[in-house]
């Protein structure tokens, strides 16, 4: 670090940021003291081998139900759900190697991060590790999180962002009914219609050849699997109703804590107003926790990102107090209101948008 030595402050200089909360940041670190003592970063190997368990044992119930009952409509059906519930809960325990959560040594969280997304999901690691540690420096910071990449294209996100678009008389979408427009571009398509080849195109320019190899493991596995028993178009069909479930799966789930919330450009706060300010949480339930992954603990997960997610409610009451020590909102709410929350914040920043734009 020599090189980058060009000097010492003056006495009269001050050693922190005006735009930062110097006893915020403080107290943070304490806590993450307090955290670490109380043995929470420490993770369950039991509760990470019966997570990847009732995946692979939902994995093989879906082939069972083709195999036993044939490929008429029900079973069909009942095969793609379950499919769709391996590839989202994949998804999630995919997230937890990715953020080196279960393991104590990078190496076996790096291996299991590769089986998991891309033999189980068929993605690559590299492709996530790229978005997602953008994502978590800069939560809902445009042009910083890629997460928010939508904006301006596809929707107007955020009070600020969509006046400023407005003002600019800027129209790339009728932002005013996006809140309409979400349901067809947004759950339904990300994943079958963008993810899905993407991907390819990611692994292949960036000559990510370790990454591919473990997708077109995934891609011959469930070849094999399930062409003999629903021929090709059988195939394909499946593929891409599974691909559609995981979507809306997916979506709903990862935009709740995120798209209702402060959205702006970087305004070089401290990172921990920054994580606060982006963020919100979903009441804890059995099934709450099962259906997000524990994402519905979005605060802990962005303030201890390497946390193994079953301690997540366990450092709830801890970040509580630190909130309301410094007045800081605290937000959790029902499933179902997070869910409609996303639909009522995307109204709101299209009808900004459209009386800037037409009276600013």
């Not at 094999?224 to 789930?253: A, D, H, I």
Request: proline content about 5%.
């Amino acid at each position: 670090m020599n090189s980058l030595l060009i000097g010492e402050l003056s006495p009269e200089q001050p050693s922190f940021e005006p735009t930062k909360n110097k006893e915020l940041t403080e107290e943070f670190r304490a806590l993450q003291a307090t955290v670490e003592r109380m043995g929470l970063m420490q993770a369950n190997p039991v509760f990470f081998l019966l997570y990847l368990l009732h995946i692979l044992l939902l994995d093989v119930a879906a082939w069972l139900t083709l195999w036993l009952f044939g490929t008429s409509f029900l079973p069909f059906l009942l095969c793609a759900v379950l499919l769709g519930t391996v590839q989202a809960q994949a998804g999630w325990l995919q997230h937890d190697f990715g953020h080196l959560s279960v393991f104590s040594t990078s190496t076996w969280n790096h291996l299991l991060h590769h089986f998991v997304i891309g033999h189980l999901k068929g993605a690559p690691a590299s492709w996530w590790n790229h978005l997602h540690f953008q994502h978590h420096a800069k939560p809902n910071c445009f042009r910083k999180d890629p997460d928010i990449n939508m904006h301006p294209f596809f929707f107007a996100l955020g009070k600020i962002l969509s006046v400023e678009l407005g003002k600019q008389k800027k129209k790339y979408m009728p932002y005013n009914h996006q809140h309409r427009y979400f349901f067809l571009i947004g759950p339904p398509a990300l994943l079958p219609l963008y993810f899905q080849w993407y991907i390819f195109y990611f692994v292949i320019q960036r000559k990510k050849w370790v990454d591919l190899a473990w997708m077109i493991s995934f891609y011959v596995r469930i070849f094999l699997t399930y062409v003999p028993l629903l021929g090709l178009k059988g195939f394909l069909g499946l593929f891409f109703m599974v691909r559609f479930l995981e979507s809306n799966w997916f979506v709903w789930v990862t935009q709740m804590n995120h798209i209702p919330m402060h959205i702006d450009y970087d305004r070089n706060v401290d990172w921990v107003s920054t994580q606060l300010q982006a963020t919100c949480n979903v009441h804890k339930s059995a099934f709450n926790d099962w259906f997000s992954g524990h994402l519905n603990f979005q605060i802990e997960h962005h303030l201890f990102p390497t946390m193994p997610r079953h301690n997540y409610h366990k450092a709830a009451p801890l970040v509580q107090s630190l909130c309301a020590k410094h007045g800081i909102e605290y937000q959790s709410k029902p499933l179902f209101s997070a869910f409609a929350d996303i639909v009522h914040s995307l109204r709101e920043s299209g009808q900004l948008w459209l009386d800037a734009y037409l009276h600013q």
